[in-house]
């Protein structure tokens, strides 16, 4: 193998200022891992170069490809990156506790795509919008459990609802026995027809229930937090989408019997009176209409799909076929409704509301579903393995504790079981002490509820402990996420060194900042200087006036602001006017001129300019406070080379010349 040594000491320009490329899968470096550089006593892999460069670009392509001197400007730019992620670790950046914050909040970020979690949510999501194609109809009969149920109460339950279901399986008619057993406030109105909804509209073990059934078909008894279910599905159907429509509303109350029979005499009216062809909606809806939260704006509703309103409602709304069809009078529990279709849309598409349906279903009992499944997996996956015997006795000591378990270390230690183990993950034990840290450490939110303080704490570990190893195998094993981590970290170790050492250092430095503009004042020069007012004429009509003002005048300082405001009448549109002090050779319209005092004239690709020059400047330094942000600029590039030189005397790096020309014949084009 050949191989070149150099020494550096770090600090380079960040590989970002490299091309975006992307590596093809189908391009692999070498058949068995392999050095690219050693800096210090780290390896670093052509992978991770190969990564730096790997930005929308395919090297499969020829036109993708890179030059030989591109591809040494990145393999030197690299070099130098990783200098500086040497130096920041060798000065222990990587230790504070503002890095360790920041990158653990980064490293949160960028493994969601990987982690179990997310393919779980996802497969979620996509169930969720699949069963949403669909609208489903269904009944149901709900029997809570007594007040301070135990087991024998629940046991009860569930056996009357085995009862029920097998009635209506027999022939018995569902909605009677609704109303003679459902304990739902709302079976008297409903006989406990839900009427049509779809996903995520019903609680999850309901929903999942229906979904699972035929028309026809009674379920087995399912059980939610509102007791058991026995559901029948009536109907399922084509998801219609959205409607948008307009009501008019004449409101019933039910503690007077006499509004009903007015409203819907009124409403009769009002229904008759939009038959006519002369009559205008927004009018009598402006008049007549009991919401008062519409009426002004002609009785316009949200978009809203099935399952969002009243079922006599809906069913209405979802019969209108035609925009601006009218439906005749509606009875809800709110009154008498006559609604107009304004308008009509399908299903979105999944892209388009999935982060709705995420929010959706992050909020309702499928997180826990979810976060159940990922345990389940996790330990399957990572040899969880429990010590039962110890998990009860450390349960046993604190049973009484306040939420927060404050006393652990203590009565832990003096019962001496600090040492034992409660749980091992891929071999590795985790003790009673390591449990006490957790707890003590308090970074992480427990939810207690009516948990035993202890079981909520323990599951927290257990699921942090999980998490961790499966970080770690996403690390070991999968080398997208290993890479995309790695240049997050060292990214932000780079920025932090050369905020201290070159960025901040050259604003805060001012006797190096002026050392340096004394050293380079070279570099700091104005060239031949004019004072003009110059003016663009971008309409012909603007050319006299401001020529008949501009005669006769010596430039001074603020006849800009003389020039417009002696030329109200003219638009503001027909001409543009700068002033100052430029620099001749970098003004076009100056460089075709006599640079002398006075009015002058020229035209520069086909515009029409006219000039008012003052005082002349011969080629000078500048002063600082005239170019004080490039001299900024240019000490902090001399301080980023300055320690790019030190860091090459105090830093041994191995080149590996194979695989460097290994990676260069993969980038490079060949001539």
Known sequence: MKTTYQCLWVLGLLVACSPNSKVSQSTPLSDEPQYLLTVGNENVSAEEFMHMLSKNREFDQKEDKLSKQEFEENFDLFLNYKLKVKEAEALGMDETVEFQREFNAFKEDLKKPYILETSLQEGEIRKAYSRM???????????????????EDSVAVFRMAVKIKERAEAGEVFSKLAEEYSQDPSVKNNQGDLGYFTSLQMVYPFEDAVYQLKPGQVSDPVLTDFGYHVIKLLDRKPNPGQVKVSH???????????????AKRKITDIYAALQKEDTSWEEVCELFSEDTNTKENGGELPWFGVGAFLKEFEDAAFGLT????????VKTSYGYHIIRLEDEKPLAPYEQVEESLKSKILRDSRSGLINSQVIAIQKSRYD???NGTVIATAKELVTGQSTALKDLREVYTSQNIMDSTLFTVK???????????FVERDEVVVKVGRKNPFDAWFSKFVETTLDQAEEADLMANNDDFRLLVNEYREGILLFNLMNEQVWQKALKDTAGLMEYFEGHRDQYMWEERTEA????VLAPEAEKPIKDFLAGTHYQAGLKEALVDHLPSLSTLSYKVEEGVFEVDNNPVLKAMEIQSGLQEVEVNNKRYIALLGKQYPEG???FNETRGKVIQDYQEY??????SLLKQNFIIQINEDEKSRVENIVVAQN
């Open 133 to 151: 194609q669909e609208i489903v109809h269904a009944q149901h009969i709900l029997l809570r459990f007594p007040a301070n149920s135990g087991r």
């Open 248 to 262: 008019i509303l004449i409101r019933t109350d039910p503690t007077d019997p006499l509004s009903e029979d007015r």
């Open 322 to 329: 035609e925009i601006g069809e009218i439906s005749s009078p």
């Open 384 to 386: 969880f393995m429990e």
């Open 427 to 437: 071999g590795e034990s985790k003790k009673v002490a390591d449990l006490v840290d």
């Open 533 to 536: 007012l110059i003016v663009s």
């Open 621 to 623: 330094p500048k002063a």
């Open 639 to 644: 301080l980023n080379q300055t320690l790019i």
